[in-house]
């Protein structure tokens, strides 16, 4: 890529950048023209002025569209950045108004929250908030955090680990501490009488998880008692398990929250578990770039008030 110089830099406008953008999400030329209300040439010069000032292809021309160059993957998130700095001078400081507010929020969240979080928070702005919308990212921990290093979402609610080179990137605020249950269908044997640690080993544990098996709490705290849950089936969601485990002899260990807000709807039954299987918290993050941004503060502290109602 060759130095780009003052002269260079006059020639760059918000247009070639917003399609430059476009393109990169879209990979075709029609899209990004018909998103933005231009012709088709005028999205084929813009690009071409973007090739000129970079020396670089940007977007190679293949059968299923356009193709972006090693250059233009590095260029998306410089490039996002800059259009959210001017949108953002653009936006001044009036004040938030939850009522006349109309944008999409980009939220990242995994099955856990987008079973119990999302439908809530959804359901609650129709109310308050009609004109804002959501748009809800499967991701988690990290693939979460670096969405929002990258402006790709505005939120993500979730179980973090933060990497201690990025404490400072992030506003991380506490909604609430969950725990495991153990939930099986309605008249399952094992919940008759009180959960032992032999019986919960011994039963026919469902599995969740989108990666195939791995270890959580519960398990560590049976392995210091020399024992291991029997897991016999695996899932990817939580929708899956509960549809199993009330028409089965399945048992799964599940948050508590999601327990109690499905045990109607699939006729099932829960019981703490009879050992400590930890408990882990659930925040709602934002980029730092974002703490003073009157939407996103105003989603947090909705987000807050919807859980702990």
């Known amino acids: 890529m060759r130095d780009i110089n003052q002269v260079d830099l006059r020639l760059i406008d918000t247009t070639i950048l917003l399609v430059f953008l476009g393109a990169m999400r879209h ?88 079973n119990g979080i999302i439908p809530a928070l959804v359901s609650d702005l129709r109310t308050v908030s009609p004109n804002l919308n959501v748009h809800a990212f499967p991701l988690q921990n990290q693939e979460a955090l670096e969405a929002l290093v990258q402006g790709q979402i505005d939120l993500a609610i979730g179980y973090f680990d933060f990497p201690p080179n990025r404490a400072t990137t992030f506003v991380a605020e506490e909604l609430y501490s969950e725990h495991y249950v153990l939930a099986g269908r309605r008249d399952h044997p094992l919940f008759a009488e009180g959960l032992t640690l032999e019986a919960v080993a011994k039963s026919h544990h469902l599995l969740i998880s989108p990666y195939g098996p791995n270890r959580n709490l519960v398990d560590h705290a049976l392995h210091l008692k020399g024992l291991k849950r029997n897991i016999q089936t695996v899932v990817p969601s939580l929708f899956a398990a509960l549809s199993i485990i009330e028409s089965s002899d399945f048992v799964v260990t599940l948050p508590s929250r999601v327990a109690r807000n499905n045990a109607g709807r699939f006729n099932i039954v829960y019981a703490p578990m009879p050992i400590d299987g930890g408990s882990f918290l659930l925040h709602a993050v934002r980029h730092s770039r974002d703490a003073s941004n009157p939407l996103h503060t105003w989603l947090s502290d909705k987000l807050r008030a919807i859980v702990a109602g």
């Not at 084929?44 to 569209?65: E, Q």
């Not at 996002?80 to 009522?99: A, K, M, Y």
């Open 27 to 114: 990979r075709q030329a029609t899209a990004v023209a018909r998103e933005m209300g231009l012709t088709q040439p005028a999205v084929s010069h813009a690009l071409k002025r973007l090739r000129n000032l970079y020396g670089d292809p940007l977007f190679l021309r293949r059968a299923h569209g356009l193709e972006p160059t090693a250059l233009a993957h590095e260029l998306e998130p410089k490039v996002r950045h800059i259009v959210r700095l001017i949108s953002e001078t653009l936006e001044g400081t009036e004040e938030f108004s939850p009522d006349t507010a109309a944008t999409t929020l980009r939220i990242g969240a995994f099955d856990y929250e987008l």
